[in-house]
């Protein structure tokens, strides 16, 4: 199964907000600041959620990535569905770092778990072992 890397930044995003809305919903739009080449990719995959100054904390089950939009925030009806009601607010009232960051994909999620793991463990997809948190995203291979 394809996996990747990418990291929460917790002053952003709150991953509790995101689990709780995906109890009641089937989908998570989670957005990210870098370009995925999406076809290269197998789908479902699995997320690696590092949460910065930390390790990884959540694995996430992806079913697909798709452009980013304003409207996933801002059409009524898509953005009840796709995002947690605390991330609707954040957008709509301009919190820093909410409209101001320039958001590229979504990261279509349908489930997130506890994952506690040693982001330093992990292997890099082209060999080697993650050295640094990723800024961007790692392709990674999933732990034996």
């Not at 709150?14 to 739009?29: G, M």
């Not at 605390?86 to 994909?105: G, T, Y």
């Not at 082209?126 to 392709?139: L, W």
């Amino acid at each position: 199964m394809d996996a990747i890397l990418f990291s929460a930044d917790p002053e952003i995003v709150i991953v509790d907000e995101a689990i709780k809305h995906l109890d009641t919903h089937q989908e998570l739009y989670w957005e990210v600041g870098t370009r995925i080449i999406r076809d290269k990719f197998i789908f479902p995959i699995v997320g690696y959620i590092h949460v910065k100054g930390r390790q990884v904390e959540y694995k996430a089950k992806i079913i697909d990535i798709v452009d980013f939009s304003p409207a996933h925030y801002e059409d009524d009806k898509l953005s009840r569905e796709v995002k947690p009601d605390s991330w609707i607010r954040a957008w709509r009232e301009n919190w820093p770092e909410a409209k101001a960051h320039n958001w590229k994909h979504a990261l279509v999620m349908t489930s997130i778990e506890l994952f506690s793991y040693n982001t330093y463990k992990l292997e890099k997809y082209t060999g080697g072992m993650v050295c640094h948190p990723p800024q961007n995203y790692i392709r990674v291979l999933p732990p034996k």
